[in-house]
Nanobody, 123 residues
Framework: QVQLVESGGGLVQAGGSLRLSCAAS????????MGWFRQAPGKEREFLAA????????YYADPVKGRFTISRDNAKNTLYLQMNSLKPEDTAVYYC????????????????WGRGAQVTVAS
């Protein structure tokens, strides 16, 4: 089992930045590949970014490529998502998740989820 808690959400103006953090506890954080997802009202949960447990290779969805950066600090058991150039369409609840699977872009492959952090981007 691993427990995940997101923080760092809030209200920001369009063009601004936020950094989300995801604190992990329980089983060894470094054993899992990690991902960030979001869900806006009335929409399905959307993959944003992921980082592998080994070598730290990163993957991004097209809507956030070049604006968002995923990183992890295994010594601090923490996952991050740096979000720059935010747009109103980025408004959603943001979730971090952990997986032991090789496929790290599909939400269905993630075993553990945080409760989410609200991000609201005002125009």
């Amino acid at each position: 089992q691993v427990q995940l808690v997101e923080s760092g959400g809030g209200l920001v103006q369009a063009g601004g930045s936020l950094r989300l953090s995801c604190a992990a506890s329980g089983r060894t954080f470094s054993s899992y590949s990690m991902g960030w997802f979001r869900q806006a009202p009335g929409k399905e949960r959307e993959f944003l970014a992921a980082i592998r447990r080994i070598a730290g290779s990163t993957y991004y969805a097209d809507p956030v490529k070049g604006r968002f950066t995923i990183s992890r600090d295994n010594a601090k058991n923490t996952l991050y998502l740096q979000m720059n150039s935010l747009k109103p369409e980025d408004t959603a609840v943001y979730y971090c998740a952990a997986t032991g699977s090789w496929d790290i872009t599909a939400a269905t492959m993630y075993n553990y989820w945080g409760r989410g952090a609200q991000v609201t981007v005002a125009s």
